[in-house]
């Protein structure tokens, strides 16, 4: 069953998705902080790229 969204529903869900990515890089950058030297290697990281990506304010790309 399809349902048809009204515009003013539209724009709430656009806002909600927006929120969703914001919360998502925000925890993603923290979690950087977390991980160890070896793990940062593993996704071809070092320390300092992980600490400059993980203070990037969430609505930076």
């Given amino acids: ?8 529903q ?3 869900l656009k ?3 927006r ?6 890089r925000w925890t993603s950058r923290r979690t ?3 991980l160890t030297d070896d793990q940062l290697r593993d996704i071809g990281l070092d ?3 992980a600490r400059a990506e993980a203070m990037k304010p969430f609505w930076r790309t």
Wanted: aromatic letters at 12%.
């Fill in 32 to 34: 950087l902080l977390d």
């Fill in 47 to 49: 320390f300092q790229q």
């Fill in 10 to 12: 539209a724009d709430a």
């Fill in 19 to 24: 929120w969703a990515l914001y919360r998502h």
């Fill in 15 to 17: 806002e909600m998705s």
């Fill in 1 to 8: 069953m399809l349902r048809t969204v009204r515009p003013e």
